[in-house]
């Protein structure tokens, strides 16, 4: 019964944000009752917990990531698949007894030692509160920007059990640690992880990257909370900034000119770009703007691809804004800096007005806040939307001379 209200919550919503938008007759004012209108529904959004807002159901309770399947849900047991097919039934009491033939295998929940290979897992684990369930990860404590982890790693609560690297991870240390799972963000058959299930030890693969939303990329959660028997704390934490996102979108003007976005990496003979139908594009335009490539590049969805520098010079140089997919710690600090990898960057009018922004460090460790990143966007594309300007996760590219 509980589950049917929770569906029929998400039907009426869905139906509510999925109505046309009209035009306004009216001149600014108009536009100003409007935006008035769209923040107050906006505040409305943020009081809700469990009704998801937007998007299109796919599996079960899943509406925007299409790498994970929930096949089965109930409170004694739920059967998945990860990016890499495998299936799992996870079995979270007594009752949860279940015929797991069709299984890859069976996992007792919730689980208490985990290890995780993926940076957006481990954002995924500390959305729903369960860090203190790290026992591994990849990368030195160091590189992370969560500080729960950070800490634990000082402390030695959490164990160093890779170098950063897909194609390695430490065997020994993860036998000695012994957890009830590990999480990696792999999306082919890994020798390492072949070994590990050898050994005894479960795996499961959390493809964030391959998704073509922010909101597909944070529903992971879903995925990732049933491991922890916390499926409905999962649903809650998503829906709430599904609806933050979705409150932020409609709030947009649908009548205003869309700046046109560049966004990519530029070398000294070479660019790398995110596809037409990646999470970045995506985003652009839910943000009402228009990515330069999107229409070259239209089939392809989650990584970067190579683009030769005539098409970047021919798209990107008359973009409004140029989003330069690196951090600031990869060399390229000032504008300046930016122009010495490729003289061609001179003449793009982004770099001659200074719209140039690249990540802060933490970029990669908030796929937990698709909504925060999303508003940055935003942000950045309609200056002067927001009462509070703040940037979180990305930062402007100066001068020498700033």
Known sequence: MERN???????????????PRK?????????????????LFFVALLSSHCTLSDGNKTENNVYYAQGFHILEETEHVTVITDCLGVQITIVHDEKGSHDAASSDYTI??????VISTSAPAVSLIKSIEKTDSLAGVKLPAKSWHIEEVRERMKTGDISLIGNG????VDYEQVLKIKPDIVFNNIEYPAKWAEILRTSGIKTASVCTHKENTLLGQFEWVKMVGAFYSEGIKAECVFNRRADRYNGIKTSIDPDQDAPKVLWGTVYSHRASVPGGASFIANAIEDGGGEYVLRKELENARGGYLACDLEMFYQKGVDADVFFLSNTKAGGIKTIE?????NDILKNFKSVQTGNVWCYK???WQSVD???EIFRDIVAILHPGMFASPEIKNFERLGTKTE
């Open 5 to 19: 209200m929770r569906t029929n919550d998400r039907i009426e919503k869905q139906a509510t944000l999925h109505r």
């Open 23 to 39: 035009t306004s007759a009216f001149g600014k004012l108009a536009k100003m009752k409007k935006q008035k209108l769209a923040l």
């Open 108 to 113: 007792g929940a919730p689980v208490a030692k």
């Open 165 to 168: 690297s897909h194609d390695y």
């Open 337 to 341: 800096d930016l122009v010495t990898v």
């Open 361 to 363: 460090p933490w970029f």
């Open 369 to 371: 806040k698709p909504d």
